[in-house]
């Protein structure tokens, strides 16, 4: 298969938010991205689907080894022939790539999370980069936009693993810090049962996600008050992603945090919508000097 359709299949297949944000980018740029979000989608895919770490772990290995050979010109995978043409007309680092796939050997290897640090750390690795390897396909002229783009990093990964906190104990994953879970009284059954009968287990469950959501949009307003005012045109499409994932923690909200009866999804029409006002909020707001905002 072509590697560009085969990218453009990947990204769209998967259903991702990111996907939406993409549809408003020049070809060239979109091609990019898509290259990029396709390569996230092989490494994530190995550690969500593959279960024996004796599988898991030799073909992570053979990314990191076709990383090696899309900076020498030798990729083999279609991904990694789109992501050689990508490197060579954006300047994505190797580094980042190879920091992704890191973040897939956490997950493969399983080590608990046991502090805040640890959970920073898998937030860099599995989106703070990506948000890096983003900027650099969008464009940027202020250094500061690198910390607009690791902050809304952390923003769409908490939101990720509060939407996904009941999805991800199905594959004996939880990303909730251990030390921060014992301050609320919430065990790992907690986290697997969810919301129940006892009311004292309900309002520990809810106060530790309420806990979390709270960084989360203290990360979002992060990235706001880091976001140069020269960049705010090219890195639209980062708002337009922080956008969408937003009102997945709006709906986190409505739904009282219980994800284990509710799942806090947000219909594609809905992406597409979210992802169309943020634009054209953005059109206007730019040449008004209307503030920045993720709330549509």
């Known amino acids: 298969m072509n590697p560009e359709k085969y990218c453009e299949d990947k990204t769209r297949g998967s259903g991702s938010s990111f996907f939406y944000a993409f549809l408003f980018l ?4 979109r091609r990019a991205m898509m290259s990029l979000y396709a390569f996230c989608r092989e490494v ?13 772990m030799p073909k992570l290995g ?20 789109e992501l050689m043409w990508t490197v060579k007309h954006y300047p994505i680092e190797k580094e980042q790539l190879t920091e992704m796939i890191e973040g897939m050997m956490m997950d493969v290897v399983g080590k608990p999370t046991v502090t805040d640090k640890d959970l920073d750390l898998y937030c860099y690795r599995v989106a703070g980069v990506v948000g890096l390897m983003s900027i650099a396909v969008f464009g940027y002229s202020n250094e500061q936009s690198k910390q607009f783009a690791l902050r ?11 939407r996904d906190v009941y999805e991800d104990t ?12 014992a301050k609320f009284k919430v065990t790992d059954q907690d986290i697997r049962n969810g919301f129940g009968d006892n009311e004292k287990t309900n309002a520990n469950l809810k106060a530790l996600m309420q806990h979390y959501l709270d960084k989360a949009e203290q990360a979002y307003q992060g990235a706001l008050d880091a976001l140069p005012s020269e960049d ?19 709906k986190l909200k409505s739904v009282g945090f219980d994800v284990w009866q509710h799942p806090a999804r947000l219909t594609p ?5 979210v992802a169309w006002k943020a634009y054209r909020y953005e059109k206007k707001a730019m040449k ?3 503030p920045l905002k993720l709330d549509f």
């Open 152 to 162: 809304m990093g952390d923003a769409l990964q908490l939101t990720n693993i509060l």
């Open 170 to 181: 199905k594959i004996n994953r939880i990303y909730l810090p251990q030390q921060t879970r």
């Open 269 to 273: 029409l809905k992406k597409i919508w």
């Open 288 to 290: 008004k000097n209307r």
């Open 26 to 29: 020049s070809p060239e740029k």
């Open 232 to 250: 705010r045109k090219s890195l639209t499409p980062s708002l337009m992603m922080g956008a969408i994932y937003y009102a997945h923690l709006a």
């Open 44 to 56: 994530d895919d190995i550690a969500d689907e593959i279960k024996d770490k004796e599988v898991a």
């Open 62 to 81: 053979f990314w990191r080894e076709e990383v090696d050979r899309v900076y020498a010109g030798e990729a083999r995978h279609p991904v990694g022939i």
